[in-house]
Structure formats: structure tokens, C-alpha cells
């Protein structure tokens, strides 16, 4: 007996992606729907062998199903969530909208899996953000071993973070740049991100720091350790897909680099690809598609007592969104609804 699976923004990039991994990875379902909004209605997504015709979004009802995956936005989450987890239906939430709500679990499986259990309170679970999502994954191993006192993160983070728009402003202002006529000015970012990289993603907050800076800070402390101290500039930068980030570690105490690398190889979601020559590193055209969290440039951070420096690659459509979602869903039915 398997799962009645709804996925709500079946026709976005990561709604198209929930469905492609839900079928890749043989997700125990048993009847699955799209949902779409009404421009939408109609359109075709694809699972597996088969073809999905997107159903409304605003008059379907969720009774009698087991698990939703959201990806709409914060706006319509905001309408829908509810009705679903009202209904029985166990939302698990791409947007940003339930993250910091004390009420609601924020959960990478590989991180803190025994976190779902705290569905109950709402019946809703919320998936973290990209940024966030695959450098937990990295530090969770080594915070176990040598506990982590401060994190400093750079991130360099694809335009599909942006979604759909961010894409097609990418092609086009590249198109623009040899074709005379089809120069496109900034309306997605604010600036050309054609050859160009934006240190600003989401808006500026009084702090002087943007919002998804300060969402890596708190989602980091909510999923991991609230003592960690974390630092972030994040930037966005002319890649269709694959989030890149440079990560200093501080720890309390002394962990050898040597160490780090072998503690890494062993863990869940992580592959380590760390050779000191010419490729020996993952960038972010090599992620794509892929399930990992890669880690490369694992190094000795002398200027400190106890510190690493290393290099964190992951599909953001996967891993930062999709995949995530669907690993929820998995230790979910694995330690809860218990199906399939």
C-alpha cells in the first residue's frame, strides 16, 4: 500500500523536478496529482512513463490524501497550506513561509531527521532554503566530531535560485551580448547578471545584510546548533543551475584536515571529490542532476587555531529544493505515516 502524493506547482522548475525524483527515486505512491494555478490548468508535467494533466490548485480538495509537496511561493502557501493540513494532508513546504515558526520543523533528513516528528502541531514541514540545505549537510558530520563555534560563508549561488525569470534573463542578456536587437535590461535582478556576479539576493534589511544571508544564519542555528555563530555574503552568479559555496569552519577543537576529509566520506548525502591537482574539484556544471552535496578544497585554515576551509557544490533544484522535499516525505512514511 503506497501514498496518495499531491504536488502543488507541478509546472515550475521545482515542482517538475519533486515529480522527476519522486519517480526516480520509486517513492511508494499509489495515486499522484498536479497542481497548478489556473493559467496553468490543463498543462502536461510528466512522472515517470506517465503524463500528468495539471489539475486547479484553488478548488481541489486535499481530504483523503496523504502528503503534499508545496512549491508555490509564500503567497498562495499562505492560502493553501492550511486547507491542505486542515483536510489530513501533510504539507511539506518549499517556500520560506513556515521556516521560523516554532510549530513547524525545519528538516534536512540527513541533518535531523528525528525533526519531522514535530509535524503533528500543524501538519505541515518546511523544506529549508538552498543555501542552507547543502551546507548543513556538510557541517553536520563535522560539527559531531569537533563541534562548530562560527561558520564564514561565501556564496555563489545559480540564477535558477531565481527561478524561471532568473533563467531566461541569464539566456537572453548572454543572446544580447553578440546579437544586435536583442540586448535585454535587468528585471529579475538588478543588475546585468550576464558576465556579471550581484551580491545582493532578496531584499536589504536593516542590518545592512540581505534576507537570504540572514535566512542561512537562522535556518543554520534552527537545523543544527543555535551556539553556532554564522557569517554570509551571499552573491548571485551567471550559472543556470548548482549552487557553489566557500565555507570557514572554527571549531572548539583541533581537527585535522586529513580527518575532515575521511569523516566527509563517510557521510550521509556527502561525496567527497578532493584531489591538489588541475579538476580535482566539482564546479557547478558537474552537479546538476545529481543527488550529492559534493565537497572539494578541504584545507587547513591557518589563521586560526582550529579551522578548515573547503569548497560545497549542489544541485539548488535538487538537494537545496526538490530532492529535500522528497527526502522529507521518505522519513516521514518511514518513521510516521508508515506505508508502502
Known sequence: MGYRVVVAGATGNVGREMLNILAEREFPVDEIVALASRKSLGSECSFGDKTLKTKDL????????DIALFAIGSEATAIYAPKAAKAGCVVI?????YRYDADVPLVV??????????????????????????????????HDRATIKRVVVSTYQSVSGAGKEGMDELWDQTKGMYVPGQERAPSKFTKQIAFNVIPHIDKFLDSGETKEEWKMVAETKKILDTRIKVTATCVRVPVFVGHSESINIEFEEFLDEDE????LREAPGVMVI????????VTPVECVGD??????RIRQDSTIDNGINLWCVSDNLR????????????TLGNRVLKKG
Not at 509535524?119 to 547543502?134: D, L, R
Open 319 to 330: 538537494k537545496g529544493a526538490a530532492l529535500n522535499a522528497v527526502q522529507i516525505a521518505e
Open 93 to 97: 513546504d518549499n517556500s520560506s513561509l
Open 109 to 142: 533528513p540527513e541533518v535531523n531527521p528525528e525533526a519531522v516528528l514535530g509535524y503533528a502541531k500543524k501538519n505541515i514541514i518546511a523544506n529549508p532554503n538552498c543555501s542552507t540545505a547543502q551546507m548543513v549537510v556538510a557541517l553536520k558530520p563535522l
Open 291 to 296: 543527488y550529492a552535496t559534493f565537497i572539494s
Open 58 to 65: 484553488d478548488t481541489f480538495d486535499f481530504t483523503g490524501w
Open 260 to 263: 575532515a576529509r575521511d569523516i
Open 274 to 281: 578532493d584531489k591538489r591537482e588541475d579538476g580535482g574539484y
